[in-house]
């Protein structure tokens, strides 16, 4: 359910801006902006290898991962939660609820005008909950 496809990634383009986007982190740290960083909707590999620049970055702590997580999308649970564990990164659950599927708003395959599956036809999460609503 979710269509990422990292073959194309240039590794060291990716690299660069984790090293660029920490720099700038670090400067925004020291005005004292900012106690600590979190990422969101980042892969276990990235994760990895923030922390690995962040051994530059003796002023700058990850404390948090933004990912989504509900009963219905547990990608987390595959590689992430292991890597959160040993690493000390806390997991800020959004759409717990899965857009409000969860919550019985899409039963009969009826959407509600306005709702969050009405407005977010190209999301991953719409397409699975379309496929799931339809077989309920």
Known sequence: NWNYNPSNQDTKKANENI??????????????????????NETCWGTIQ????????????????QNEYSLL??????DMAEMSHHENISLLAYSPL???????????????KNSRLSRASRAPQSRVLRELGDSL
């Open 19 to 40: 090293l660029e986007v920490l720099e700038s982190l670090s400067e925004i740290q020291k005005e004292g902006k900012i106690r600590y960083i979190g990422l969101s």
């Open 98 to 112: 899965a857009g409000g599927f969860l919550t019985g708003k899409y039963l009969d395959g009826s959407v509600p």
């Open 50 to 65: 923030f922390l690995k620049y962040l051994k530059n970055f003796p002023n700058l702590k990850l404390v948090s991962t």
């Open 73 to 78: 999308c547990r990608l987390y649970d595959l």
